[in-house]
């Protein structure tokens, strides 16, 4: 190691030093679930029903998802109205929103006592459950229907300008657009879609825990939580865990080369857009545009209504978790941001490029598989309930690595190929460096990265509930409350987490814009 080390700069060796420790890390914890599976001889049917339902729910979610995606991202590319832009950045809202908080969002308008079912008691037709595989559907679709969009919408902004001015001098109506530019972007883009959106399906575990359950909606990320939390069967869990590796490995390695190139040619980046089609069209837009934005927003403003009131009357423990989240949450968000700070350093220079494979790494497991591993590696030497707090934040920090790293990574890059040769030259190193160079022209990209990583982890609800119920996070406190069928106080504890979740990201966001 300390050969490999010979010849690099200050920076490098950071980098180099933090990526082996990382991928000593999640190898070691991935190696421990692989040694602690045994084979997959253990698994019993019903352990593999929820293999095949994982695979067909993610495949059935990210399909939904990514076709009603293209309505809405076809509506916001061709029309400009009074807000647009709000709109666009409100898709990517869902993204840093806890999801326990929306899970009560999709209840307060779905469940049983929501506006839905209100509504179809009022005409005499049948109730909706929006517990088993159908809300875990619907909620998948709720949080990657604004996903779908943003990615198809850069699709369809990514079509040279030129083409459409093309079209329209050939004079080509709404279907042949539709035929020579739209589908062949399409097909372009939609595979890398769906494929994104499989993987976060493949992995999620709040949703299943709060609306899946049973037999017949039991996801392999549940599983391995019953298997932990109520049958303490750390070989059956680890199996489990070795199946949920082998599935994201294998959606991450379709996705490399999944994509069909458009072949639409470079253009000169002209402001110039078609004419919007009118008639049934213009009105087909709106209707599509407005339904979606509905979507997403009612669940919101639902549960902010029924719990805003309730704030000022919740429980003192729920403080105490609040207190607790937030402390955790910075941390995390410290230590995600010293660890790609130190990467991006290291890959500017582009002599190491394997660091950036090293802190891609944590895409490979789920949170839930890291903290099974960890907990059979430390489990030994500290007792559970002692290591539940720790573990959760530098899981937390190790999740939030990759959408750091894409964060920083090109604004590395730009900041040492402008100052890089001059600050050498002026022998700028050290604390120095980091103090008048390198914040002040990161601030932004850390600023975005630090704001992602806390509200991330505030609204974590994995690792968490594998170790500790006697010290819980606000997420957990949350999800007790829903279990205790006290309605009024989760909704308000839901605004709380949601409020403090968004304020975190604005506060480090806006700091980084404002340095």
């Known amino acids: 190691m300390a050969a490999g080390l010979r010849g690099l700069t200050a920076p490098e060796v950071g980098g180099a030093v933090a990526a082996a420790g990382l991928a000593l890390l999640v190898g070691g914890t991935l190696a421990a679930v692989a040694w602690a599976a045994q084979g997959l001889g253990g698994l019993g049917p019903w352990d593999w029903r929820a293999v095949w339902f994982t695979i067909w729910q993610a495949a059935l979610s990210a399909t939904l998802s990514a076709f009603c995606a293209i309505p809405v991202a076809r509506a916001l590319a061709r029309r400009r109205f009074p807000g647009r832009g709000i709109l666009v950045t409100l898709l990517g809202a869902p993204f840093i929103l806890p999801v326990i908080v929306a899970i009560m969002g999709l209840i307060a308008v779905f469940g049983r006592s929501g506006a839905v079912n209100d509504g179809l008691r009022l005409l005499g037709l049948p109730e909706i459950s929006i517990y088993g595989w159908q809300g875990v559907i619907l909620a998948h679709v709720f949080f990657n229907l604004p996903l779908s969009v943003r990615l198809i919408l850069q699709g369809w902004q990514a079509i040279p300008a030129e083409r459409f001015r093309l079209a329209e001098g050939l004079g080509f109506g709404p279907r042949d657009v539709a035929q020579h530019l739209e589908r062949p972007m399409l097909r372009a883009v939609l595979p890398g879609v769906w494929l994104a959106v499989f993987l976060v399906c493949l992995t999620s575990f709040t949703v299943a825990l709060a609306l899946g359950g049973g037999p017949r909606a039991t996801t392999v990320e549940l599983a391995i939580y019953q298997a932990f939390r109520f049958d303490f069967d750390l070989g059956r869990a680890a199996s489990l865990g070795l199946i949920q590796v082998v599935l ?268």
């Not at 078609?274 to 979606?292: E, F, K, M, N, Q």
């Not at 890089?420 to 008048?436: C, N, P």
């Not at 006697?470 to 829903?482: A, E, N, S």
Request: contains cysteine; proline residues 7%.
């Open 248 to 515: 994201c490995v294998a959606a991450m390695g379709l996705a490399r080369w999944i994509a069909i190139p458009a072949a639409f040619g470079a253009g000169l980046d002209a402001a110039h857009r078609p004419a919007a089609p009118g008639g049934w069209r213009r009105w087909s837009d709106a209707l599509v545009i407005t339904a979606a934005a509905g979507f997403l927003v009612w669940p919101m403003a639902a549960v902010t209504a029924r719990g805003l009131p309730r704030i000022p009357a919740l429980p003192p423990e729920v403080w105490e978790a609040t207190l607790r989240s937030v402390v955790m949450a910075l941390i995390s968000a410290l230590l995600a941001l010293i660890l790609s700070l130190l990467l991006a350093l290291s890959l500017a220079r582009g002599r190491l490029r394997w660091i950036e494979t090293a802190g891609m790494l944590p895409l490979i497991a789920s949170p839930l598989v890291l903290g099974t591993g960890l907990f059979i590696l430390l489990r030994p030497w500290i007792a559970p309930q002692a290591m539940a707090l720790p573990v959760t934040v530098g899981v937390n920090a190790i999740m939030a690595l990759p959408f750091g790293l894409r964060a920083l990574i090109p604004a590395a890059r730009t900041l040492h190929g402008d100052y890089g040769r001059l600050a050498d030259s002026l022998d700028l190193r050290g604390l120095a460096r980091l103090r008048l160079l390198t914040v002040p022209r990161l601030a932004r990209p850390l600023g975005f990265a630090g704001g992602l990583a806390a509200a991330l982890a505030m609204g974590d609800l994995g690792v968490i509930t594998l170790f500790a119920a006697d010290r819980p996070t606000l997420p957990l406190q949350l999800f007790q409350l829903m279990n205790s069928y006290r309605m009024d106080d989760a909704a308000a504890c839901a605004v709380l987490l949601m409020a403090i979740s968004f304020g975190l990201f604005w506060i480090f966001d806006k700091g980084g814009r404002l340095a």
